[in-house]
């Protein structure tokens, strides 16, 4: 009798989980199941009202709801930069940030009308995709489901890495672990 295994969410992960989990040499039954009317999850492609065409990746900083759908660009800034800001003793403000995201976003993209709505967070010597403590909580969940003997799996941007990469591999090693072996590729 063949096993069925649900894979939850139709993102960049649960697709790569489902085909990998079919590719291998005894595959189980995989039933997909998505909450939204396309797959995809966070990435996907929205053509703004000049045509241009905007990639939204996997889960960037946005907010939640129909905020976050809408949000069409992320500017990122850090490494040199806020360390020279730090450095001359300039205070590290909200306000100053979204100023040199709209200047960057003006010089680089040619983007001269001031945005509808900004969301401003401030993460040092992180990755911004995640909160303080997300590694422990993480490895405390494994922990748990190791322990419980549950057969649940993680995989996706929420858990880690922040790249359409990283959610392919996260997928199938995800169907590695259902598995216990390697998919023929």
């Known amino acids: 009798m063949s096993r069925t295994v649900v894979v939850l969410g139709g993102g960049i992960s649960g697709l790569a989980a489902s085909y990998h989990l079919s590719r291998a040499p ?18 996907r492609s929205v053509r703004g009202h000049d045509g241009a065409i905007f990639e939204l990746g996997p889960r960037g900083i946005r907010p939640a709801g129909a905020l ?3 949000t069409l660009l992320m500017v990122m800034m850090g490494g040199s930069w806020l360390q020279t800001l730090e450095a001359s003793g300039c205070a590290l403000s ?9 200047e960057a ?3 680089q993209l040619g983007l001269k009308e ?8 401030l993460h040092k010597n992180c990755i911004p995709q995640y909160t303080l403590g997300h590694w422990q909580k993480l490895e405390s969940a494994r922990q748990f489901l190791a322990a419980q003997r549950l057969p649940l799996t993680l995989a996706g941007a ?8 990283d959610c392919i ?6 169907a590695v672990s259902v598995l216990g072996t390697e998919p023929h590729s």
């Open 158 to 165: 929420s858990y880690e890495g922040v790249a359409v990469n």
């Open 114 to 121: 001031p945005p509808s709505y900004c969301l401003v967070h």
């Open 94 to 102: 909200q306000e100053l940030f979204q100023q040199q995201a709209q």
């Open 68 to 70: 976050g759908a809408r």
């Open 105 to 107: 976003a003006a010089t």
């Open 26 to 43: 005894y595959p189980p039954k995989v039933i997909l199941v998505e909450g939204s009317e396309r797959l995809g999850g966070w990435i």
């Open 169 to 174: 591999e996260s997928g199938r090693q995800a």
